[in-house]
């Protein structure tokens, strides 16, 4: 993404930091704008989670009894009023360094360009289109795989990435689901190579470009999660807190400096709208899956309420699904309020609009094996982790492309009741 060297980024954003403090650097952003704090805490079950997110703080890990949380000078006022803190400091630039070994991840041209190339060299398997634009513009790329002329005759998953600014490692994600897919049609994998001759696979790597390049725009990393809306007071909407089925619930912020703002009306950003609009006209459409980073967690309704989805075949695919992806890349499977009450996601809309299965996967963090969430490290993970963590969810991206013809074949097909396929072990 990046090619500057550590040490010049740090000046950088040493120099920008500095600069909050300048009369002129205020006018730009202010220091309780561009401070992060990282914060820990006492939050033991699902309820306690829920009042931290409602704080306003965007809850970034949970590890046994606490939870680790991202938030401005504002969020940690309330948070120390909350009495719910256990401890907080504030991120050094040194821990929003991006260096230059991370070169790897693509900004926007640069995942243009990939996916451009992608689909000059695929005639007849990949188009490379765009489901709309961004409010500052850019094309939401949509990558389509499908050996029919006709897409839309087939059953088809929806991959996505790059809700979050921030959270780059769902869009390499998604981009190299794509070129995987492509490479094994060519050389005729036993199971690729047949999968992609009955099924389409639409992916969107990246559905909030402007954030991801603000985010990186200045040679440091702003650990922006919100898109580019000028609000008036502050910028930006969560994109993932702006769909429009149990719109404005708990776990959304009213607040437009908020991290979680959810924007003033459900699909009020043309973002979140072109994804709508795309689901709307592909009825072919049966499995959607959301790439996000960092909880190494897969998740599926509801977000904005406790209770379990009503009919319970849905609620026993997704539940069945997901444990079973969760064999292959290790992840925690559970319902999304499990971890906190959140309304406005893409998977509570997806589902509770068109009844389509639907999963939100958190990537991997960047842990160290005695369970510290290094906070530099969550969004910004380094390029290792790229490949691996690819690796682990290419298979639950085939189990889902193989089952979305009908996705409910997973619980009629078992021996035991809602038990795990015998033909996966
Ligand atoms: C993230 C975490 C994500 C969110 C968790 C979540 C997913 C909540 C689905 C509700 C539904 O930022 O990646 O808070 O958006
Ligand atoms: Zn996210």
């Known amino acids: 993404m990046k090619s500057l060297s550590a040490i010049t ?60 949380g991202l938030g401005t000078e504002d969020d940690l006022k309330a948070a120390k009023a909350s009495g719910l803190l256990e401890t907080s400091f504030p991120l050094t630039p040194k821990m929003l360094d991006f260096p ?57 998953v929806f991959f996505m990435g790059g809700h979050h600014a921030r959270e780059h490692l769902s869009v390499e994600m998604a981009l190299k689901l794509s070129q995987y897919l492509v490479q094994q049609y060519k050389s005729d994998n036993p199971r690729v190579t047949p999968l992609l001759a009955n099924r389409t696979v639409y992916i969107v790597p990246l559905v909030n470009p402007d954030g991801a390049e603000f985010d990186v725009s200045a040679g440091d990393y702003k650990l922006w999660r919100k898109n580019r809306r000028n609000n008036g007071s502050a910028y930006g909407v969560d994109l993932n807190r702006n769909y429009g089925f149990g719109w404005g619930g708990g776990g959304a ?9 959810r924007g003033p009306s459900a699909f009020s950003e043309p973002e979140t709208q072109a994804v709508k609009q795309f689901i ?61 009450i959140a309304s406005g996601d893409t ?31 969550g969004f910004y993970p380094g390029q290792k982790l790229i490949e691996p963590t690819f690796r682990k969810n290419v298979e639950p991206a085939l189990y889902l492309l193989e089952h979305s013809d009908n996705p409910y074949r997973v619980i009629e097909s078992t021996s035991t009741a809602y038990g795990f396929r015998a033909d996966i072990l």
């Open 253 to 261: 912020s009213t607040s437009p400096s908020n991290d979680t703002y």
């Open 9 to 68: 980024i740090g000046l950088l954003l040493l120099t920008s930091f500095a600069n909050a403090n300048t009369a002129a650097g205020k006018q730009q952003i202010s220091k309780s704008k561009s401070t992060y704090h990282w914060m820990k805490f006492n939050a033991a079950d699902k309820y306690a989670r829920s009042k931290v997110a409602d704080l306003g703080v965007t809850i970034e890990a949970v590890v046994e009894d606490y939870v680790m």
């Open 100 to 156: 230059a070994y991370d070169s790897n991840f693509h900004n926007y041209d640069e995942l243009t360009t990939e996916l451009e190339k992608l689909a000059a060299a695929n005639p007849g398997l990949v188009r490379l289109s765009s489901i709309g634009k961004s409010l500052e513009g850019r094309e939401l790329h949509l990558i389509t795989l499908s050996t029919d002329g006709d897409d839309m005759s087939r059953p088809a």
């Open 280 to 340: 709307d006209t592909h009825d072919n459409i049966n499995i959607v899956l959301t790439y996000h980073t960092f909880s190494a967690l897969i998740l599926y309704p509801w977000g904005q309420k406790y209770e379990h989805i009503e009919t319970e075949k849905d609620y026993m695919v997704h539940k069945t699904m997901a444990e079973t992806m969760a064999r292959w890349n290790g992840y925690t499977p559970q319902q999304s309020s499990e971890l906190y």
């Open 347 to 377: 998977t509570d809309w997806a589902y509770g609009v068109h009844g389509i299965i639907s999963f939100t996967f958190e990537l991997d963090p960047g842990m160290s094996p005695d369970k510290n969430f290094d906070p530099g490290k």
